[in-house]
């Protein structure tokens, strides 16, 4: 007998603990906090570093550029200046060519593979060629004598040869022209419907490592991220149609160009990354505090004052937790953040000094969306403290998850703060300091979850105060540079003692990391978070969709998570096959409802159940298993179940006298409209051998989660393929459909 257990059973788990970050709602229950263990005897390391208002960027860049709507180009000229920190004699200089990632779709970052996929369907006119794009470098000179330079192009690179060696302490100011093609797409450099995205549309300084004698020249990463820059002055001037709005980080300004055109300028020092996001449909909200001003970039094409409130209110959200990391790790120093809504549906991205986040709903509860405060985390760890993200991801995604999950752990959130990180405390044999490559399809499963737990046990030995003090010291030795896990690790020794750095290298650098057991969940802690979790992401999704017919589905699980009684009823066996696989149905479906911490009764017998149908069924949700024709519930109760189930449009007995079906329907209960009834059904005796595994560990997580559609009815032919349905889209579905397909 197949169970719901192993790896099918933690795919589930994570992809409820992954969709409950993107959907749960914040609890005002208290947060659990923790002693201090007793210190061990260190004296704090004074450092030798620059402090980092002392630090000034070593690149300064002067970028005039047009941006073309009609052919998607940017054609552009810049002029950057250099300064060679390092005691290496330095014969060239290299710039990364990321837009060269969209020359093929074999370069192309993965993550947005699906979403194209979904485009093409939805633009027919839309050719392969279309998806794609890249930079032509037109010249490169040496400012001060003007001679054309000598180049290397090869992935994604720029070498440019220097007309002589550039000694420690010395500038070199080149000027580069070129043309960049916007691809179609979902990609970080795209376009789609009314916006532009435009990260990596310009050559961008590599970072020199002194250790190695080399320059930084890796591709961009196909798997994940390789955002990884020295911080830079920026002067930039973008010519753009004037009906485009604009975002860019610093201090913006704009003035007329030629005719129907306009030029926006913008300047922005000891930035680590520069982006622009355009559209004419953009409106901008913003609030201005202690020298902070905070601007979100939205869509309202209807004026929606609903939306305009709840922007207002992201723009306080992101007010408290750009305080809090301020008040933790270290002062959020630039007078300017923004937030930038774009098309890309669930996925979230960081920049410096700005967010980009997909479109929010007028119903959107800003104290729920743990994503949005994730990314505002990344403004110290990945914009103020930078990182080598293609090789250690870890430091910048498993600190800022860390972060968002510190801030609602002090916000008094059960589901967000400290317990669920906790919770995530499976085995992986990965280790969390991990390359990409290495990471693979994984990186948050490694780098987030796994990530923000060794460090969470790093807070538990050290005690909430002695972590805060370090935490300060290392945004000390690394805002504005590029922090690395070796440099992690001589802090965490210099700070908190040499047994806490070791263990936390262990705990980073060896595969099958596991919290030490003394701050571990209990079983019993597991299943109550869990189930209390769960809770909250349904009726967090009841909540938004109020559209939905009290017969959809899931609705049955929601009413289990608030401890109304569940029964299943089994049909009699019209066959041996039958029997095993009703009996598989059902102990598939209890130990789904057991990893919930819900309580099902399951009966078998036809006489108990005709004599429960007025007493204790009455009372039960009921899920019933198998033919129609085979069990007692629905036999006694057919004429009800046929007037109920064609509430929802469902012909009940169309589809039960048609052979070779399967499925699920909801009605309200025959004897008791606060109680619903499931039917899990076939119409033949059995299920097909071919049929039986996938309808049986499917058929449950598809319709009772929330991770995917939301179904009144399902019917499918003896293949799998849909009959008939009625089915009401679920915009993070899509997010979800490898485990759902895997099921």
């Known amino acids: 007998m197949t169970k719901l257990t192993g790896k099918k059973r933690l795919q589930m788990v994570l992809a409820v603990a992954m969709a409950f970050s993107l959907i749960a709602g914040t609890l005002t229950n208290a947060g659990t906090t923790y002693a201090a263990p007793t210190a061990e005897s260190t004296s704090t390391i004074k450092t030798t570093f620059q402090t980092p208002e002392q630090v000034q960027a070593h690149v300064k860049y002067e970028i005039d550029a047009k941006l073309d709507t009609d052919n998607m180009t940017i054609t552009g000229k810049q002029t950057v200046t250099y300064r060679n920190t390092s005691s290496d004699k330095l014969n060239d200089v290299v710039f990364h060519l990321f837009a060269d990632a969209h020359r093929s779709k074999d370069t192309q970052p993965q993550m947005f593979a699906r979403t194209n996929e979904e485009l093409t369907k939805q633009h027919p006119d839309k050719k392969p060629a279309d998806f794609l794009g890249g930079i032509d470098i037109t010249g490169v000179k040496d400012s001060t004598s003007g001679r054309t330079l000598t180049t290397i192009n090869e992935q994604q690179s720029l070498t440019v040869q ?3 060696p550039l000694l420690k302490d010395e500038e070199v100011t080149l000027v580069l022209t070129y ?15 009314d916006i532009i995205n435009g990260a990596h549309w310009f050559p961008v300084m590599s970072v020199y490592n002194e250790q190695a004698h080399a320059w930084n020249k890796v591709p961009y990463s196909t798997t994940f991220e390789s955002d990884y820059y020295d911080v830079a002055d920026y002067n930039v001037r973008l010519n753009v149609p004037d009906k485009l709005q604009l975002a860019m980080p610093g201090q913006m300004s704009e003035q ?7 030029l926006v300028s913008t300047k922005s020092d000891k ?9 004419e449909k953009y409106h901008k909200a913003s609030k201005t505090k202690n020298g902070l001003t905070v601007e979100y970039v939205y869509y ?5 004052p609903a939306k305009t409130a709840v922007i ?22 630039y007078p300017d953040f923004r937030i930038v809504e774009s098309h890309v549906e669930g996925v979230a991205v960081e920049f410096s000094r700005m967010i980009q986040m997909g479109l929010v709903s007028s119903k959107a509860v800003p104290e729920n969306d743990t994503a949005f405060v994730h990314e505002i985390a ?6 103020i403290i930078g990182n080598n993200s293609e090789q250690e991801s870890f430091l910048d995604e498993g600190f800022a998850d860390f972060a968002m999950t510190y801030f609602y752990n002090e916000q008094g959130s059960k589901s967000s703060g400290f317990d669920s990180v906790r919770f995530d405390d499976y085995p992986m044999d990965v280790a969390i300091n991990s390359d990409n490559h290495h990471v693979g399809d994984s990186p948050d499963a490694v780098y987030y979850k796994k990530g923000r737990l060794a460090i969470y046990e790093l807070y538990r030995m050290a005690g909430a105060e002695r972590f805060d003090t370090f935490m300060k010291e290392y945004f000390n030795r690394y805002a504005y540079r590029n922090a690395t896990v070796s440099g992690l690790l001589q802090t965490i020794e210099d700070q908190l003692g040499k047994s806490i750095r070791d263990r936390m290298d262990a705990n980073l650098n060896k595969p099958n990391f596991e919290l030490k057991p003394e701050y571990q969940m209990s079983e019993a802690e597991k299943q109550a978070f869990m189930k209390f979790s769960i809770k909250q992401m349904f009726d967090s999704v009841d909540e938004s969709n109020p559209q939905l017919p009290k017969e959809t589905i899931y609705k049955l699980m929601l009413k289990a998570l608030h401890d109304e009684p569940l029964t299943i009823v089994v049909g009699d066996p019209a066959s041996k096959e039958a029997k095993a696989q009703q009996n598989m149905l059902a102990a598939q479906l209890q130990s789904m409802f057991q990893s919930f911490g819900v309580k099902a009764d399951v009966i078998h017998n036809r006489q108990t159940i005709k004599k429960q149908l007025e007493t204790t069924l009455a009372k039960s949700n009921v899920i019933v298993i198998g033919n129609a024709k085979h069990n007692a519930f629905t036999q006694a109760l057919q004429a009800s179940v046929i007037a109920n189930s064609a509430r929802t449009g469902f012909d009940w007995k169309e589809t039960m006298n048609k052979p070779g079906l399967q499925g699920a329907y909801g009605l309200l209960h025959p004897y008791n409209k606060e109680r619903m009834v499931v039917h899990y059904f076939w119409t033949d005796d059995h299920l097909s051998k071919e049929g039986a595994e996938p309808f049986m560990t499917g058929i449950g997580p598809k319709t009772l989660m929330v991770t995917n559609h939301y ?21 993070i579905a899509k997010l979800f459909e490898d485990s759902e397909d895997s099921n």
């Open 162 to 164: 220097l007309e002589k």
């Open 179 to 193: 043309k960049t093609k916007i691809p179609f797409g979902a990609q970080r450099l795209s376009y789609q419907k």
């Open 256 to 262: 007329q160009a030629e005719a129907g055109r306009k």
């Open 271 to 279: 930035t680590r990354e520069f982006v622009f996001f355009s559209s």
């Open 300 to 304: 309202n094409d209807n004026n929606d």
């Open 312 to 333: 207002n209110q992201y723009i306080d959200r992101a007010f408290q937790a750009i305080e809090f990391f301020s008040s933790k790790f270290g002062k959020y120093d």
């Open 378 to 383: 990344h403004q110290w760890f990945h914009s």
């Open 711 to 731: 179904y009144p009815f399902i019917v499918q032919k003896s293949d799998g393929s849909i009959w008939k349905q009625k089915k009401f889209e679920n915009p």
